[in-house]
T-cell receptor, first 115, second 112 residues
Framework: KAGVTQTPRYLIKTRGQQVTLSCSPI?????VSWYQQTPGQGLQFLFE???????NKGNFPGRFSGRQFSNSRSEMNVSTLELGDSALYLC??????????????FGPGTRLTVL | GQQVMQIPQYQHVQEGEDFTTYCNSS?????IQWYKQRPGGHPVFLIQ?????EVKKQKRLTFQFGEAKKNSSLHITATQTTDVGTYFC????????????FGPGTRLSVLP
């Protein structure tokens, strides 16, 4: 089975721009979560989607948004980029939330640099 | 909200020594997962613990889930240089509606 894929792998943007990151989960997985990883803050939860519905949202400003499509692929968007948004953005997929099907498989991440 | 803490933050060991990292949650967890992230890599799932007092072993790695389901530990026996990386615990509250919260991780260095 192919793993979780994320595109693009690297991205350089300037302040004020917007960016869209994509995540394709493992085939058959219907749950996708997004995390922001920075050296100072560790892994911070952004969103969790299951069957096209946002189940949970982390403590991030409204500039961060996401969605999930009927094929379980997910995108996240960050508008009006700030320098502090520079981070590794990780996507994780699982069969479904809760219980023994909750194992999260992470993608390689998208490294976003905001100049 | 839920907070997950890990100690120590860093650990340097000589190859062959044992290593333990501890994870503590401010709330009761429905399950806890452990991940390893190599430098430059992404988190890789190691194990999930669900039952109170559960102990699981994977070769040299032993994982425990506390009786109160609020703490967990990962113990590595006779570390090897391949064990280098950051070990994260992640817990979901005792309510399937909540998201996973990751601990800050323990960075392990193994000196040959």
């Amino acid at each position: 089975k192919a793993g979780v894929t994320q595109t693009p792998r690297y991205l350089i943007k300037t302040r004020g721009q917007q960016v869209t990151l994509s995540c394709s989960p493992i085939s058959g997985h219907r749950s996708v979560s997004w995390y922001q990883q920075t050296p100072g803050q560790g892994l911070q939860f952004l969103f969790e989607y299951f069957s096209e519905t946002q189940r949970n949202k982390g403590n991030f400003p409204g500039r961060f948004s996401g969605r999930q499509f009927s094929n379980s692929r997910s995108e996240m968007n960050v508008s009006t980029l700030e320098l502090g948004d520079s981070a590794l953005y990780l996507c994780a997929s699982s069969l479904s939330p809760g219980g023994l099907t909750d194992t999260q498989y992470f993608g390689p991440g998208t490294r976003l640099t905001v100049l | 909200g839920q907070q997950v803490m890990q100690i120590p933050q860093y650990q340097h060991v000589q190859e062959g020594e044992d290593f333990t990292t501890y994870c503590n949650s401010s709330t009761t967890l429905s399950n806890i997962q452990w991940y390893k992230q190599r430098p430059g890599g992404h988190p890789v799932f190691l194990i999930q613990l669900v039952k109170s007092g559960e102990v699981k072993k994977q070769k040299r790695l032993t994982f425990q889930f506390g009786e109160a389901k609020k703490n967990s530990s990962l113990h590595i026996t006779a570390t090897q240089t391949t064990d280098v990386g950051t070990y994260f615990c992640a817990g979901r509250e005792d309510n399937y509606g909540q998201n996973f919260v990751f601990g800050p991780g323990t960075r392990l260095s193994v000196l040959p």
